[in-house]
Structures are given as C-alpha cells and as structure tokens.
C-alpha cells in the first residue's frame, strides 16, 4: 500500500489537463473507429494515404454518399470528429506552454520516447521524486515492481504488481516502444530480456529500466547521459510550437 500523496495545486493542474487530453482522445478514436465500422459495411476500401484522416484522408470521406441514414451517421461522425480535432489541438497547446516553463520536462525530454506531453504525465504523477528514498519505491509506485510469491525456503517472481499509478505506468510502457528502437542502450537490454521471456515482457522490463534511469535524473538533476542531441532539440522544437509541430515521441 502507498502513503496518501496530494500533489501541489500546480501539479494537480498539470494532472487534470492530461486527462482531459487523454479523454478526448479516447473519444476521437472511438469515432474514428466508428467510421472505420461503416466503411467496411459498406465495403468500401479508401485509397493509400500515410494519414487515413488527414487532410486528403477526410476531403474523401467528405466526398462519400452513402445509401440512407448511414450517409447522416458518417456526416455527423466527420463533424464530430473535425471538433474533437481541434479540441485535442488546443489542450495539446495548453499542456505545451505549461511544459515550458518546468525544468524537470526540459530533463525528462532528454530520454528517448519522451516528448513534452508524456514528459507531463510523468512529472505529474512523480510529484517531488524525494518523495521516494530508492529507485525501487518509484518502481513500485509505478505497478512496475515484480510479484513476489514466497512458499517456505522457495521464493519466485511473477509478472508485475500493476499498483498504484496506472497513468504512470501506463506512459512508460509507450515510451518504452520508442526507446527501444531509438536508443542503443535500452534496444540491447530488450532484446536480452525478449529472448528469454518474449517481446511483451520485455517491453515492461525496459518502462521500469527506463523509470530507473529517471529517478537518478531527478534526483541528480541531470539529463540523460547518452542523449540524442539532434532529438531532443527536435522535441524542444515541438514542445515551443506544438499547433505546427505536432505531438510525437522520439
């Protein structure tokens, strides 16, 4: 069990506009998935583009006419969908500007896989990381930390606890996809760990090695020692003007 924790009003802020983000985003891809839904009802393949709901994307399924009450529900659907667009673009801008005055995201964007939004969610959910004396404490608030299943002399370790902060545990995981194809040092040690035990939990054994490596940064107020320069000032790039920029992790 972990000790009540109430962050301070700003970080309560920060936690509230991610979620909020996350919400709406959730909900675009509800509706998207929607549309998906109709298209194949309808048997209709759309043609090749890199962003099925981008700009050439939605101008083709602008220019559908589907039979009946279907051509309504899809109307409606891209008319949702432009709004929530521009809902998820305008927080994104909001969480961006809070981002930049906030050194502990400057230093937690250095990592591969962190851009300014999920640099957000970790400071959020971190708080004061003195708050925990180890490296292990943090792993464990995270749900990262092994199960351990004890049977007198015998002792074995099962999957992880997925205790405390799911949001926490939750962005580390998505960094941790990025991470290991970005970063030499996180793309050895999941290959050591997936060929023992698979790709899936190999993915969770480099969120928790990355999680490690930020607890130290924090602590030690550094940035991460083997650094892509040329990345982080891509994301910094980002992070300045999100509304040009968008949001991608690297």
Known sequence: ???SYVPPK???EDRTLIRHRASL???RTEIRNRIHALLAKHELQPPTYSDRFGKKGTEWLRSLQLEGADDTVLKTNLTLLRTLDEQVDAV????AKTACNQEDIRILMTLPGIDFYSAMVIGSEI??????PTQWKLVAYAGLAPIQHQSGEYERRGGITKEGSKWLRWILVQAAQHARQHDPRFKTYYERVAKRRGPQKAVVAVAKEILVVIWFMLMRREPYRDQNQQRVETKLKRMNTPAESGLQAA
């Open 10 to 12: 700003a970080k309560q």
């Open 1 to 3: 069990m972990f000790e």
């Open 25 to 27: 985003v959730k909900t």
């Open 92 to 95: 994104t801008v909001q969480i």
């Open 127 to 132: 708080g004061d990381v003195k708050r925990f």
